[in-house]
């Protein structure tokens, strides 16, 4: 039956739907190149094969354009290590559809891999996560060829345990090329402002506002994100 608690998440999406309407107004009214919102829609599928062990399936959608349009679909294997209560290693394979400027969807690649340390202390919790991660091109011919792009990706989450059921976090994530001779540095952050709403102990949902800031780039775009992922594990 329905939990009375269940209640709590229903209270607070009223506010991000606001929040959408909002930034969409707002992004119509003074519309360019350089600014853009973006939502997202992902599901995560988990299922533990040992104490240590486990592996996932997820996919997720991007609507970029002010939610217009279908920017960006993939779903991603992963299998992930737990070596003890406070380190994790996870290892990934991507398949990405992603739209390009000629309006059609190109094939891409990605192969990444990440350790994440955490540590909890009273309702608090802190992780840290190092990802290394290789997209690579279809390479059709010479005129359209793209060289595969590397990045280093570290973010730093900071968590709060309200109670059981609701989890609100703040996170920030840097993007750092390892290949690209025309981006010297960082060239993209990322801050998140989000919560969690567990159903149960299988079921829960994420709720999180975004603000992403290009640098070092040919345009420094920021991109605004409202977004949503749903978890399942067996």
Same mark, same amino acid.
């Given at each position: 039956c329905f939990h009375?608690? %269940?209640?709590?998440?229903?209270?607070?999406?009223?506010?991000?739907? /606001? !929040?959408?309407?909002?930034? #969409?107004? =707002?992004?119509?009214?003074?519309?360019?190149?350089?600014?853009?919102?973006?939502?997202i829609i992902g599901i995560n599928i988990e299922k533990k094969i040992s104490r240590s062990f486990a592996v996932s399936l997820f996919s997720q959608q991007s609507f970029n354009q002010n939610l217009a349009e279908l920017g960006t679909s993939f779903i991603d294997i992963g299998l992930s290590y737990k070596l003890?209560?406070?380190?994790?290693?996870?290892?990934?394979?991507?398949?990405?559809? %992603?739209?390009?400027?000629?309006?059609?969807?190109?094939?891409?690649? /990605? !192969?990444?891999?990440?350790? #994440?340390? =955490?540590?909890?202390?009273?309702?608090?919790?802190?992780?840290?996560?190092?990802r290394f991660q290789n997209q690579y091109y279809d390479q059709i011919t010479e005129e359209n060829y793209k060289p595969w792009s590397a990045y280093n990706r570290d973010k730093l989450t900071l968590r709060y345990k309200l109670n059981?059921?609701?989890?609100?976090?703040?996170?920030?994530?840097?993007?750092?090329?390892?290949?690209?001779?025309?981006?010297?540095?960082?060239?993209?952050?990322?801050?998140?402002?989000?919560?969690?709403?567990n159903f149960n102990d299988h079921l829960r949902s994420e709720w999180y506002y975004a603000i992403s800031q290009a640098f070092n780039r040919k345009t420094n775009n920021t991109i605004y994100t409202i977004g949503t992922t749903w978890y399942y594990r067996f």
């Open positions: 009375q608690q %269940h209640l709590y998440v229903f209270c607070l999406l009223p506010a991000f739907w /606001l !929040l959408i309407n909002w930034t #969409t107004a =707002s992004g119509q009214a003074a519309y360019s190149p350089q600014k853009d919102l973006q939502g003890n209560r406070n380190i994790t290693f996870g290892a990934d394979y991507r398949f990405i559809k %992603h739209r390009n400027l000629n309006n059609f969807y190109d094939n891409r690649q /990605l !192969l990444l891999a990440d350790v #994440t340390y =955490s540590k909890g202390f009273n309702k608090f919790s802190f992780s840290a996560r190092i059981y059921y609701v989890v609100p976090y703040l996170s920030a994530e840097i993007f750092y090329p390892f290949n690209n001779t025309e981006r010297n540095g960082i060239d993209r952050l990322r801050g998140t402002a989000g919560f969690f709403y």
